[in-house]
């Protein structure tokens, strides 16, 4: 019996060996199914650590994405529903999704942008943020689109970074009923931007906003002008389609370049093993299409397949927790792609609020952004998939473009095991290796690292060539670094353990913990800071700080507001952090170097193992009977009460 179980294992890991060993020729023909204007020359040219995928080939994504479509049964069906918090709906046709992208690049090019310009989008989950990034890539420019959780500050640097010269933005965007004022921030972001010569600015309420004279103009007005065709620009394979910036180990984010037809090939190919989309699919994936999910499944890979997208504007839980329930229900979703940060909270309002609905279109449920907990992956297997729907836990990072490790419906479904995200997609060659870059014995722990190149991967950080050799490929020799730990079992399953560098996950979100303190310090009282993570039962994982106050300040609540205040104004809300914990030692190698591997043991209250490379051992015995008094007195207050309306930014991965 269990043989039998195991048989499509060893089925699929014979067809993935197979791509692996011979992957150009897998790859071109992968290829061969997103539309092409000149056929490639050659599959893949690389100089490692940079790849050129389907060199000499011809394309462009809004034509792959919407016009192939006109010719097809697919011309009048729905390309996008949108929703928001108060029910209000849009919906596009392909034929409609066109003309709007058509319009808008139209619009773009009488702004003077021009093939490879960089075109940044700072905008709430609305249809026009899907039209402006599809219109960008007609005409050949590059967009960067920045979450609208993040900050002035956040955005500006962005912006300063790609040296932009056209800005997409909203007046509002509408968050658990309030409005978010979007056009303010990016107001007072453009006081430091001084490249940015246009801002187009979406009406997505009748608020007042300001607008600055011969810099802003309206979307709808520069629409009326607008054209209903444009011919799409034919861009080379390796032309990029967008840079998406990204937390790493340094304060300074990380521009990740995606070009246009690695990308587009694989995640045609992934979405179609995954999610066994097809162009009848209903397909809704809850991230903000300000991070890669975002990008990958509400727009590319879905439209690329003909499928339907759903698009919905707010927090999971808003005006009831059982909208997402009634969305599922009213539009027949077939594919739900959700983080486990979210499935978590669900968890914690009870299943009432999913008995109330029909999910019976679901057919495949999918998670992303953190290991899933194998209890949270039973309750979604039964309450949302009705036991009835594989989970493909899916595994995979700004930097990969695409899926890399999940099970594969759409070839083989192999027996799923929760909390682990099976295997390797074919042709990615992932390892689980030691210290010296050597397979470790299954079971035992190791970083995760991928030992070929594959057609989503980045092509690296935008100006920044070395620090892209350095994170990711100095590590060990000759393979891609993740940043991650994980666990290959005895059948090749591949288990995620989390970050191995100083990367945070908090409710999925990725922030860097030198990002977080580098804000904390630019506060004028702090002196020095460390942020670790902690376990949080919603969020996966939370924010906690150590600060050292400067001479002449006194621990008291205040600070600790100002400092969350600093955060939330330098990063954005995402930034807030659980605990702040004032003191007057950091632990540190003789070298100076603070050790948070002490900090996060103390704060996760597990061994602080080896500290004979600290400077003072003080610190750890300070820091730790401050951290004892701190739970003592968490026990002594009242219990919170049951997880209510006001929950945190979630699921935006
Ligand atoms: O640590 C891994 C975690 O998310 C990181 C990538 O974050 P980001 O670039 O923001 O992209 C997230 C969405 C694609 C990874 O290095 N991660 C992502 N998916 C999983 C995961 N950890 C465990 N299981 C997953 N399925």
């Not at 162009?279 to 991070?291: K, M, N, P, Q």
């Not at 099970?407 to 010296?436: F, M």
Request: with cysteine.
């Amino acid at each position: 019996m269990e043989k039998e179980k195991f048989y499509p294992v060893r089925r699929y890991i014979e067809l993935q060996k197979k791509a692996i060993s011979d992957s150009e020729s897998f790859w071109g023909k992968e290829a061969e199914e997103i539309p092409w204007f000149k056929r490639w020359d050659k599959v893949l040219v690389w100089k490692e650590p940079f790849a050129q995928w389907f060199v000499g080939g011809t394309l462009n994504a809004s034509y792959a994405c919407v016009d192939v479509h006109l010719h097809s049964w697919r011309k009048n069906k729905i390309a996008l529903y949108w929703e928001d918090e108060r029910g209000n709906t849009k919906s596009f046709s392909y034929t409609q999704l066109h003309r709007e992208v058509n319009r808008f690049a139209s619009v773009l090019k009488n702004l003077g942008v021009k093939k490879g310009d960089i075109v940044v989008l700072y905008s709430p989950m609305i249809p026009e943020l899907v039209i402006s990034m599809l219109a960008t890539a007609r005409i050949g420019a590059i967009h960067t689109v920045i979450f609208s959780g993040f900050s002035s500050q956040s955005l500006a640097d962005r912006i300063n970074d790609t040296g932009a010269k056209v800005l997409i933005t909203a007046d509002f965007g509408v968050r658990r009923g309030k409005l978010v004022a979007l056009k303010e921030i990016a107001d007072d972001a453009l006081n430091s931007t001084p490249t940015v010569k246009k801002v187009v600015l979406v009406r997505r309420t009748r608020e007042e906003v300001k607008m600055k004279e011969g810099r802003d103009c309206l979307y709808h007005e520069l629409m009326k002008d607008a054209e209903n065709y444009v011919e799409p620009e034919v861009v080379e394979s390796t032309h990029p389609l967008y840079i998406l910036y990204t937390s790493g180990t340094t304060g300074k984010p990380k521009g990740i370049v995606h070009s246009t037809g690695g990308y587009l090939v694989y995640n045609y190919a992934t979405y179609k093993w995954v999610f066994d989309i097809s162009d009848e699919s209903i397909y809704w994936c809850t991230a903000d299409v300000g991070w890669v999910t975002g990008h990958s499944s509400i727009v590319y890979a879905p439209l690329l397949h003909g499928a339907t997208i759903i698009m919905y504007e707010g927090v999971p839980d808003y005006p009831d927790p059982g909208k997402w329930w009634e969305i599922i229900e009213r539009y027949g979703v077939t594919i739900f792609y959700t983080s486990p940060t979210a499935v978590r909270m669900f968890i914690r309002y009870g299943e009432e609020w999913i008995k109330k609905h029909d999910l019976s279109s679901l057919k495949i449920l999918g998670s992303v952004g953190e290991s899933i907990n194998p209890e949270v992956w039973k309750w979604y297997y039964k309450h949302i998939g009705g036991e009835r729907c594989p989970i493909v836990d899916t595994w995979w990072q700004t930097e990969t473009g695409g899926i890399m490790i999940s099970p594969a419906p759409g070839i083989e479904l192999v027996p799923l095991k929760p909390g682990s995200a099976t295997l390797p997609l074919p042709g990615i060659d992932a390892e689980v290796v030691g210290d010296s870059g050597e397979p470790m014995t299954p079971g035992v722990k190791g970083y995760l690292v991928i030992r070929k190149p594959w057609p989503g991967m980045t092509n690296g950080i935008y100006k920044d060539p070395d620090r892209y050799k350095e994170v990711y490929w100095s590590r060990f020799k000759g393979m891609y670094y993740t940043g991650d730990y994980a666990i290959k079992d005895d059948e090749g399953y591949f288990w995620l353990l989390g970050r191995a560098d100083e990367v945070l996950k908090v409710a999925g979100h990725r922030l860097g913990t030198a990002e977080i303190e580098s804000a904390v310090i630019a506060t004028p009282f702090v002196a020095e800071a460390a942020v670790v993570g902690i376990p949080d039962p919603i969020k996966g994982e939370n924010i906690v700080v150590f600060a050292i106050l400067k001479e002449g300040h006194k621990p008291t609540d205040k600070l600790k507001k100002e400092i969350i205040g600093t955060l939330r104004k330098q990063i954005g809300p995402i930034a807030t952090p659980k605990e702040i914990h004032f003191v007057t030692k950091l632990p540190k190698t003789r070298s100076g170097k603070i050790m948070r591997r002490v900090l996060k043991a103390i704060v996760q209250d597990v061994a602080v193992g080896d500290v004979t490379t600290l400077e003072d051992e003080a610190s750890v015995e300070e820091i730790k009977a401050g951290y004892e008094e701190f739970k003592q007195m968490l026990k002594g207050k009242p219990k919170r009460k049951k997880v209510g309306k006001k929950q945190s930014r979630s699921n935006n991965n």
